[in-house]
T-cell receptor, first 116, second 113 residues
Framework: AQKITQTQPGMFVQEKEAVTLDCTYD???????LFWYKQPSSGEMIFLIY??????QNATEGRYSLNFQKARKSANLVISASQLGDSAMYFC?????????????FGSGTKLNVKP | EAQVTQNPRYLITVTGKKLTVTCSQN?????MSWYRQDPGLGLRQIYY???????DKGDVPEGYKVSRKEKRNFPLILESPSPNQTSLYFC????????????FGPGTRLLVL
């Protein structure tokens, strides 16, 4: 089974609107971390936000927030007030801390296009 | 400046010719990792290292070797490259295995003919 599933290969959003990128994960590890990364066309990987499995509150970093629904095993990224510079590939990732010795798993990514 | 560096950034080689991609970090991080990125597959972990002399396989270790003799360096070795190892490779590091942030290098684009 896929550890990380991103079901939206591509999305469009109007500038200044909010957008949600979906991510579901599969693990039996009680301790894990969830990450979102941005990859612009230039190719570098940029860390956006982190959520620990024991964190009670949803993580937020500026315009980014992670909608963590543990029972549903989902970790959606919400970008508020989209900007043209947000156009990029976005990857959801998970690190399993206990049973799998800190291995990382990435989804296949969502390509976001922000329209002016 | 805190960073992860990789060399070379681009490499074209031929099947069977051994190569090494270097990775170095200047943040005194314990955890380092190698990934390959292929279209439609996202990133897949090749090997990772929890600390000096401690390495373990990721999801796709076949055809690769690593070593961690010093904390700052984590080279990726392809003993006998094959065309299916043509890919974009990233090295990454974090303060510890449970670190909240993983810093990535700029990537190495490898073409095996």
């Amino acid at each position: 089974a896929q550890k990380i599933t991103q079901t939206q290969p591509g999305m469009f959003v109007q500038e200044k609107e909010a957008v949600t990128l979906d991510c579901t994960y599969d693990t039996s590890d009680p301790s894990y971390g969830l990450f979102w990364y941005k990859q612009p066309s230039s190719g570098e990987m940029i860390f956006l936000i982190y959520q620990g499995s024991y964190d009670q509150q949803n993580a937020t970093e500026g315009r980014y927030s992670l909608n963590f629904q543990k029972a549903r095993k989902s970790a959606n990224l919400v970008i508020s007030a989209s900007q043209l510079g947000d156009s990029a590939m976005y990857f959801c990732a998970m690190r399993e801390n206990a049973y799998n010795f800190n291995k990382f798993y990435f989804g296949s990514g969502t390509k976001l296009n922000v329209k002016p | 400046e805190a960073q992860v560096t990789q060399n070379p950034r681009y490499l074209i080689t031929v099947t069977g010719k051994k190569l090494t991609v270097t990775c170095s970090q200047n943040m005194n991080h314990e955890y380092m990792s190698w990934y390959r990125q292929d279209p439609g597959l996202g990133l897949r972990q090749i090997y990772y290292s929890m600390n000096v002399e401690v390495t373990d396989k990721g999801d796709v270790p076949e055809g690769y070797k690593v070593s961690r003799k010093e904390k700052r360096n984590f080279p990726l070795i392809l003993e006998s490259p094959s065309p299916n190892q043509t890919s974009l490779y990233f090295c990454a590091s974090s303060l510890s295995a449970s670190g909240e942030t993983q810093y990535f290098g700029p990537g190495t684009r490898l073409l095996v003919l």
